[in-house]
């Protein structure tokens, strides 16, 4: 926990007392006293310090003060078959530290249907992995995540259509290809508002959108896309994005693809 | 696991009759019946394919059909600060399954001693997570491993010393400054065969070497390098390398920096 985070509503006049693991991470692990400062923000919000004024076992008072901007955010939107609840977990704890913005859980062929069902998949399960990666980060904005339980109506009708010279789409599949030929023909991406297409949303805010005019990564299930699916990504102007020949768990690729991505 | 790694030792004329938990993949996840071909490989051989001569509860018979070259290997080389154990193997897999050769895991200020004292950092736990990640991504050469348990003696005499022009040496550590700054000065790297300085081989094999004309990529505890050992990889030439101000668990850092570091 590199960040102390708290809710807007649990702010009375600055400051706010802690009674869970974050006074536990306060008192045991940092071992604070009255007076230390620490790294804090507000979900959603602006980030900065909070001011320890009381430690006791189970209860830790702060003082916030937060008015710095948090980091910016990656320009790249992930598209992730769901994978099985422990790799969801980490892989939503790692895109969020990384900084995306915008997470669309989709189904594939190849994605176990008890996945579904997972408590992970639960809004307070993704809201629970995607704060461990924003307190391991230093990051206070919370992705957007959106779960797209059937592939071809996501894939036909609320992708928006690519444009000419339109921002990047990668499709993740491992080639034979090295990566420098994989990526060679890729252009450049731009960035803007997206468009305003509904999804179903699960942090049940704002109408959620698929974004039309940010660059875009989509990594597949263990065992990979059939060729139905690479079909429909390359008719959406999805291009083949690898590492190369080696199968990457998802825990390893979407960082490395998604590091790769922000880099081109 | 994307392909079953034997052991030199293990064949007979061709054939090979598994009992653990190879001969459980094939015959309880891969399903598979005689006549099936699998990918298979020889550990720090070549690879090829297998073929299913028999199926039993706990006993899967299989020939090897093995002559092409395993796919080739990162070039840059990795030296890791030890993280807590179940970090350690997560990142051993990961570093082998990305195709790095060498490994050097070494104390800092910030590791915890009792990390030294963990089974995982046995030549055994460490060949098991290694082993994993080859199974993982298809390839049968294992990574070189070696422990250091002197910061200093490490970085001031068993690191040769760096060379103008010479290959990068690429210090992670979080900045305020973007990735594309951070890494604007950075040379491209050369690659050649090691230097032959010795150092604790954890393999057992032919003596280890600290490379001196590989790239290579430093990455330090939770908790970051103290001020003192960022001077002293300063003196042996590493730039300061990150992904920005995002603090990245070392399981997210070590695929993202050795994919960025992969593709300067």
């Known amino acids: 926990m590199n960040i102390i985070l708290v809710e807007h509503h649990e702010i009375t006049a600055d400051t706010i007392t802690l009674r869970d693991r974050r006074a536990e991470h306060i008192s045991r692990i940092l071992k604070s006293r009255p007076g230390d400062l620490l790294r804090a923000g507000i979900i959603d919000g602006p980030m900065g310090s909070a001011q320890v004024l009381a430690v006791a076992r189970r209860e830790v008072t702060i003082r916030l003060d937060c008015r710095q901007e948090p980091p910016a955010k990656a320009a790249t939107a992930l598209i992730l078959a769901i994978p099985r609840p422990i790799m969801l977990k980490r892989v939503l704890a790692q ?4 900084g995306v913005q915008r997470i669309m859980l989709i189904n594939a062929r190849r994605v176990e249907k008890s996945f579904f069902h997972s408590s992970q998949l639960s809004p307070a399960g993704i809201r629970a992995a995607l704060l461990q990666g924003l307190e391991q980060a ?9 779960l797209h339980p059937r592939f071809r109506p996501f894939i036909e009708d609320q992708l928006p259509p690519p444009r000419p010279n339109g921002p990047l789409r990668l499709l993740a599949h491992p080639t034979k290809k090295p990566v420098e030929m994989a990526t060679a023909s890729l252009r450049q991406s731009e960035t803007g508002p997206d468009d305003p297409l509904p999804a179903g949303n699960l942090r049940g805010a704002a109408p959620a959108a698929v974004p039309a005019r940010r660059q875009m990564l989509a990594i597949g299930p263990e065992g990979g896309w059939v060729d139905f699916e690479i079909n429909c990504f390359a008719k959406q102007g999805f291009t083949p994005f690898s590492w190369g020949p080696r199968i990457l768990r998802v825990d390893t690729a979407v960082p490395v693809l998604l590091a790769l991505a922000e880099a081109l």
Chains 1, 2 share one sequence.
């Open 95 to 98: 895109a969020a530290a990384m």
């Open 138 to 146: 230093g990051d206070t904005r919370l992705p957007e995540v959106t």
